[in-house]
């Protein structure tokens, strides 16, 4: 979809997507594409295991190289036989579970687009995502797939149901999945640069943008991500986060992939078994959030129970981690965090605190400067701080986080004007701020001390406060309604509401609640109302949250869960 941008703004994509000189064409990984990689590692590694699955009701499932590859090339030729080719879109809607993974292995391996979306949006936003990616095939779990069936748009040709067959009408995947072959042979295999991903995520408008990623995108950015942490074909790495954000894809499935490592999977995360499941299956590294950081400090665990000989780290990033939080966590569990940061449009991390500190070192950059250190750039992309005409800031000054890399993004899917504004200095503009220090050896360590952008961070996951608003706008005598994120322990943050009632009307908090729960998901709706006379606004007439924020700080230990 390059056709809506101009060739002086795809000079500067191209330009924000280089390093060191060195444009994407020059590949840093020695693969064209996911398939290579898992047809070597699957020739390398025939019968180690490459995935162990956990699902909530259903025994340990583990998958050898060997087996993984055939199930994934079967899959590959069911896509083929349903209609999907080369750049078709493939949306999944689905939790966890093993079949996810062959589902999005034989979509690159096809060198098909995989467009995840979570069961857990509202119906507007899954329809507009179908519609807006133009999805061929719905990959759906059995619960969803009446609520999907609703609301297809028309490109949506099949909908392949899995677990339960709900409708005979529609294919089901463990049924038709033995009627094709193990051999999976690419009639037009992808290039480096064809699209892979479609991140939805949102933004500081109402409706969410597509961050477009390719096949060097992902493999880059595991590549770099395998080679920071040292991780070996030997070691195994564990995902409790969803597989519809690329911390789940890339981190910790990609990642132990191109090491020729494993990955356990866990259909969700569980307080109680998280440290028994590290031991078991002698886990190395997992990827975190910091949220479950705080679920892990407040579940009072008998940690002497647990062999954790194996565990090296912790990967934790995707939301705001606080000094007070990552040295609890440390002090209680003496297991070390290894902070990051990055972003959809970076395909997932872009710096890392490095391994090889010190434990000295290691507290000085999780707490000296106010801020936890997010970490030291992969040498697969670059980072500086600009300010907002786009120039370099020094050591210590306040500005954007921009980045430059393997790893940046193609461009939004059919936004032109936002790529404008994203790409306008030849780096990719986080809209995050921050600042570096240097250490001794002259390595630029980042902060990330807020957001330039408006995005409410609940658990890592992005959140709209726009989206928000448009609610709060709709419920009968309300004058104006914003949503407002504040700090909360639990998630890093949580959704507020600030209302201005119409002059006379009577309007109670709870109601306020009530009706936002009838039309957004849990964690989109606001967990605390207050009401106001006024809503602060700038001199142009934007609304000024951040001088919001404070009036929520009752509720900052506040844990919020949902009504049964």
């Known amino acids: 979809m390059t056709s809506d941008l101009s060739p002086e703004l795809l000079q500067k994509i191209n330009y924000a997507r280089s390093i060191d000189g060195s444009p994407t064409e020059d590949l840093l990984v020695p693969y064209r594409n996911i398939g290579e990689l898992l047809s070597r590692q699957a020739e390398d590694h025939e019968g180690d295991p490459f995935l162990i699955y956990y699902g909530d009701e259903t025994p340990r499932r583990e998958y050898a190289y060997g087996e993984f590859h055939e199930e994934v090339c079967r899959t590959a030729n069911l896509l083929r036989a349903t209609g999907v ?21 034989a ?25 807006n990616s133009g999805a061929r095939l719905a990959f759906v779990r059995d619960h969803d797939v009446e609520r999907i069936a609703s609301l297809r748009p028309a490109g949506v040709e099949t909908i392949l149901q899995a677990g339960q067959r709900v409708r005979s009408s529609f294919p089901h995947f463990t049924t038709e999945l033995p009627r094709h072959s193990s051999r999976f042979i690419p009639q037009d295999p992808p290039g480096p640069d064809d699209d892979a991903l479609i991140i939805y995520t949102s933004g500081t408008t109402g409706h969410p943008k597509g961050v477009v990623l390719s096949q060097n995108n992902l493999l880059s950015d595991a590549m770099g991500i395998a080679e920071w942490h040292h991780l070996s074909d030997d070691q195994r790495m564990m995902c409790v986060l969803p597989l ?25 995360f569980h307080s109680a078994r998280f440290f028994e499941r ?9 990827s975190v959030v910091p949220t479950l950081l705080q679920f892990l400090l407040h579940s009072r ?31 209680t569990f003496k297991i070390p965090i290894m902070h990051g940061y990055g972003l959809s449009e970076t395909t997932c991390y872009s710096c890392f605190l490095p391994v090889d500190l010190t434990p000295a070192e290691h507290r000085h ?29 020094d050591e210590g000054q306040r500005g954007e986080i921009v980045i430059r890399g393997h790893n940046v993004m193609k461009y939004y899917f059919r936004e032109p004007d936002v790529n404008a504004v994203t790409f306008a200095h030849g780096w990719f503009r986080s809209g995050d701020e921050g600042f570096f220090r240097f250490d001794d050896q002259g390595r630029r360590f980042f ?18 406060p726009f989206e928000i608003d448009e609610v709060l706008m709709n419920i009968p005598g309300v004058a104006a309604g914003i949503a407002v994120g504040f700090e909360n322990e639990w998630y890093g943050e949580e959704v507020g509401a600030y209302v201005k009632p119409m002059d006379g009307m009577d309007l109670k908090p709870e109601d306020i609640l009530a009706y936002c729960r009838k039309v957004l998901p849990f964690a989109k709706s606001p967990k605390v109302v207050l009401l106001g006379a006024d809503v602060p606004v700038t001199s142009t007439g934007k609304y000024q949250r951040s001088k919001l924020r404070d009036l929520f700080a009752a509720w900052k230990a506040v844990q919020f869960t949902e009504p049964r």
């Not at 080369?86 to 993974?101: C, E, K, L, M, Q």
């Not at 950059?365 to 120039?391: C, Q, R, T």
């Not at 902060?447 to 709209?464: C, D, V």
Request: charged content about 20%; glycine content about 10%.
């Open 85 to 105: 080719g080369r750049g078709d879109r493939v949306a999944v809607i689905s939790p966890n579970h093993a079949d996810v993974v062959i589902l999005y292995m």
């Open 447 to 464: 902060f990330i001390t807020g957001r330039i952008k408006e995005l409410i961070i609940r658990g890592g996951a992005n959140i709209s």
């Open 244 to 268: 519809h954000h690329v911390n789940g894809i890339v981190v910790t499935l990609l990642t132990p992939l191109y090491a020729g490592g494993s990955v356990v999977l866990n259909q969700k």
């Open 365 to 393: 950059w999780l707490s000296k400067y106010g801020f936890p250190s997010i970490g030291v750039p992969m040498p697969i992309n670059e980072m500086a701080i600009h300010d907002e005409k786009g120039n370099e800031l």
């Open 107 to 131: 979509a690159f391996l096809l060198g098909a687009v995989v467009v995840p979306i979570s069961a857990g949006e509202d119906d507007k936003r899954i329809r507009y995502v179908l519609e």
């Open 278 to 286: 590290i031991g078991a299956e002698r886990v190395s590294i997992v």
């Open 301 to 331: 665990l008998d940690m002497e129970a647990y062999r954790l000989a194996n565990l090296r780290h912790v990967i934790c990033g995707a939301g705001p981690l606080t000094v007070d939080l990552a040295a609890k966590f440390e002090q």
